[in-house]
């Protein structure tokens, strides 16, 4: 996932981008805190080619994706422009336009 290579980059001081179009921002959340996320077969973890791979009935999570924290991201590349922090302000101001712009 992301999230840890955006600690990565933090602790070594190595700005982190996250490229994503715009259809996948939700502006009507207040956070990445209430992102659904999809949680997959536990299957997809603990066993390779229908070949356990783990204590059989062991209990595993699988997220489809993780959530990366905004204090670890310098910046959000868009087809629609870069947003930068403060999030709130600059996400909405990609996202509703029309015409691309550089950052």
Do not use: H
């Not at 980059?9 to 996948?24: C, E, G, I, K, M």
């Not at 603990?46 to 670890?72: C, K, L, M, Q």
């Amino acid at each position: 996932g992301t999230y840890p290579l955006a600690v990565l980059a933090n602790a070594n001081n190595v700005p982190f981008y996250v490229a994503a179009p715009t259809s996948t921002i939700d502006l009507s959340l207040a956070s990445g805190d209430e992102i659904p996320i999809e949680e997959r077969p536990r299957e997809e973890v603990t066993s390779v080619r229908s070949e356990p791979i783990a204590p059989i009935g062991v209990e595993a999570e699988n997220p489809a994706f993780d959530v990366t924290p905004n204090e670890y991201v310098t910046a959000i590349i868009t087809e629609n422009g870069v947003a930068r922090a403060p999030y709130t302000r600059t996400l909405r101001a990609v996202s509703t336009r029309e015409v691309p712009v550089r950052g």
